[in-house]
Every structure is written in C-alpha cells, then in structure tokens.
C-alpha cells in the first residue's frame, strides 16, 4: 500500500511540559520526534509532518533526515487545535491521490516498528483502523479511507477526528501493552517512564 500517506501532526503546544517541549525529550538518543519520524520513515510510505510556526527547533530535531518520502509543512494556524493539521494532511493525501491516510501521534514513544505493521496488515480499505492498547483503551496510529478525507477537511478545534470515528465504522487492533496509549504530556510523566525504562 505504497499509496498512503502517514500523517505525524507535530505541531502542538507541549503546554502541560512547563516550559519543556515533549517532542524534543530523549529517546534512545535522539530528539522524540526525530525517533519517531525515523522509524516511521522505514515503512516504505510517505510521511508528512506538521510543524508550528513558532517552534523552529522540532524542524530543527529532523535535520538531516533526507529520505524522499518525507516532507514538512508549517501549520499558520496550529494554535486553533489538532484539527489544523489533519486538515493539512487531509489535503495533501487527497491532492497526492492517495487511497488512506494513518495519523500517527509523535509522542508515543512505545509504539515499534512491529506494531505499524500490524496496523497497516489489518487495513481492508473500507473501514476506519484504530489502534488500542492491550486492555481496549482508544490510541493509535489511525487509518482513514480516502473517503473520509473530504469530511477531515472540515474538521475544527481540538477534538481531532473523533466526529470521524463516532459517525463511521471502526476496526480496532489491539497492540502490546500501553504502545499505542502511553503519551507523556508533563515531566512526571517523563520521569517515570524513564524508571521504567532503567528499572
């Protein structure tokens, strides 16, 4: 399924971090987002990441990585919520004329390689995909068919998709663990997930 797009929207605030960027926390060495942008990279499908426009060090965070099949775009409006950037991907997977879009949030830093495919492999083309976690708690990544993209074209504020995933059908894929949930938004959050981690 070469022709679909994956949207990272990484043009949010962090504003429960207290002054630190959530997207530039470290992960296995590098910038969060990078990590993820990377990884994400090694699915053989483009990937568009959305920026802010006051934030140039996360464009900064992806220096370097060259690969083709990536391109940014800055999001004027990425203060009126998560919905601006959807709308941006929306848009490019439509102009690009591809068959899906995945949204895949940046700041999951449990979600491998592994669990992406299991996602893509349970894609039909018909029906909204959703990842959970183990124990059936809403995550991500999410697949949209393209012909939801016109209506994510509309979307507003900051409840992302989910007008989209109450009005149409979905197919949930459970992942390991808390992979497609564990989402540190305060440095606590950070803290112990980095325990985890050494523990």
């Known amino acids: 399924m070469a022709d679909m797009l994956i ?19 470290e992960v296995r060495g590098v910038p969060l987002l990078r990590d993820r942008v990377k990884m ?34 800055v999001i004027e409006d990425a203060a009126t ?7 941006a991907g929306a848009d490019r997977a439509l102009r690009d004329g591809r068959t899906a879009l995945m ?4 700041d999951l830093p449990d979600l491998t390689m592994n669990d992406m495919r299991v996602v893509l492999q349970a894609y039909d083309k018909k029906r909204i995909i959703r990842a959970t976690s183990e124990d059936g708690i809403a995550g991500h990544p999410v697949i949209f068919p393209s012909n939801l993209l016109i209506e994510m074209r509309h979307l507003t504020g900051d409840r992302g998709a989910q007008d989209l995933l109450r009005r149409h059908p979905v197919t949930v894929i ?16 950070w803290a112990a997930w980095r325990a985890r981690q050494t523990g």
């Open 40 to 73: 994400t990279l090694g699915l053989g499908h483009p990937v568009l990441v959305t920026l802010p426009p006051d934030r140039p060090w996360r464009a900064e965070a992806l220096r370097g990585l060259n690969d083709p099949s990536l391109s940014k775009i």
């Open 103 to 106: 949204v895949l949030l940046p």
């Open 174 to 189: 459970a992942l390991p663990g808390a992979h497609a949930t564990t989402d540190l938004d305060t440095p606590e959050a």
């Open 81 to 87: 919520g998560l919905s601006a950037s959807l709308r």
């Open 7 to 25: 949207l990272i929207p990484a043009a949010g605030a962090s504003s429960r971090m207290r002054g630190r960027d959530k997207l530039l926390e």
